[in-house]
């Protein structure tokens, strides 16, 4: 593509954006601290679930100072249901840094903004663009295919030859004078117009510039190279009732949710029935020594995450007395299970639980 087509794509964009953008909370603020809650919400979660726990979070942690002087715990809890909670212990690591190491002020320049905990070149770019008008171009999911099917180029987007190439688009293509406003409007372009599914090429105002259309490859772009591997888990949690209490463990090590809590886990190599799982080394070693009363044949649920699927099964088990292995989990009410942070599948179990009952 040519400075000169690059020019008329530009002003198409701006002027398509302007007509058909949707108005977001996130959009009407030039707050980099509210940008920055709000692209790291949308970097794993679509727009319509993240509206609403945007609205939340920034209601609560309003500001650099809020965030970085509450704990952990109480972040993840605002977090909970969103998945991928590595971005809420960030945003609450990077507030931190942000206090003490830039007197509180979100940083201006794009070194040191990504130079924070879970701040990768996507969101470098968005907030450097969106909040301080730099001229970096933002290069997501929607621009990639975007960009694969205007210029009609087969580089897999999802390599890193694909993606270096596809940047170098992006950047090119930028409109330097208003890099934040030519970002949203791409991006938008690619959400609503250039969907990953049936485009609306026939209304298309860049149709004319799209070289996929016009070779008729729109439905084969963009290529991707592979699917990432998904793993099987198999989870069988124990919903223990001693009374009015219940154990939690809270979840340690690199591995999914980590930092929520959970019940008491027994983790498989395979799916079990209860029949086995009552006669399995962990189970024997926690409840040694105490009565146990299991109520029914548990509960099955599948869980999707994107990288996983976890098999997990549910079982509620009555207990009168405690031993030293017991003893060490986290011994709280019932009542109190809703403070807690938790997986989305825990809340899910929970949930039924309480309303069947
Ligand atoms: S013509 Fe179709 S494929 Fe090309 S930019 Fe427009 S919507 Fe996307």
């Not at 020019?7 to 953008?21: A, E, G, Q, V």
């Not at 650099?64 to 952990?72: F, P, R, T």
């Not at 987007?157 to 090119?172: L, N």
Request: with cysteine; aromatic share 12%; net charge positive.
């Amino acid at each position: 593509m040519h400075e000169n087509q690059h020019h008329k794509i530009r002003t198409i964009l701006i002027d398509w954006y302007n007509i058909n953008k949707r108005e977001l909370p996130w959009r009407q603020t030039a707050d980099p601290y509210k940008i920055w809650v709000s692209e790291i919400i949308l970097q794993q979660t679509r727009v319509n679930q993240g509206f609403d726990y945007y609205l939340r979070f920034v209601e609560r942690f309003p500001d650099i100072k809020s965030l970085a002087e509450s704990d952990e715990q109480e972040v993840l809890k605002y977090w909970q249901g969103l998945g991928y909670y590595s971005r809420a212990r960030n945003l609450h690591k990077a507030a931190r840094i942000i206090q003490n190491n830039f007197n509180g002020v979100f940083p201006s320049n794009y070194d040191d903004i990504i130079s924070l905990p879970g701040i990768g070149e996507y969101t470098a770019s968005a907030v450097s663009s969106f909040a301080f008008n730099l001229p970096y171009a933002t290069v997501d999911g929607n621009i990639f295919r975007v960009l694969s099917r205007l210029t009609s180029k087969d580089i897999p987007i999802d390599t890193t030859v694909g993606k270096r190439f596809f940047r170098e688009i992006a950047q090119q293509l930028l409109d330097k004078k208003a890099p934040g406003l030519h970002n949203q409007a791409i991006m938008e372009f690619g959400a609503l117009q250039c969907t990953p599914k049936s485009p609306n090429c026939s209304e298309c105002p860049l149709s004319l510039y799209c070289e996929a259309y016009k070779l008729n490859l729109v439905e084969l772009l963009p290529i991707k190279q592979g699917k990432t591997k998904v793993s099987n888990r198999y989870f069988n949690y124990l919903f223990i009732k001693n009374g009015d209490s219940t154990y939690l463990q809270k979840r340690t090590g690199k591995d999914i949710w980590k930092n929520l809590y959970e019940l008491p886990l027994i983790e498989t190599k395979e799916a079990v029935e209860l029949e086995n799982l009552l006669k399995s080394k962990e189970f024997v070693r926690m409840f040694d020594g105490v009565e146990i009363n299991i109520d029914g044949n548990g509960t099955k649920k599948k869980h999707i995450l994107s990288h996983r699927i976890i098999y997990a099964s549910f079982y509620t088990i009555n207990i009168n007395a405690e031993n030293e292995y017991l003893a060490n989990f986290l011994k709280i009410p019932i009542s109190e299970l809703k403070s807690y942070p938790i997986s989305r599948l825990t809340e899910i179990f929970l949930e039924e639980k309480f309303t069947n009952v």
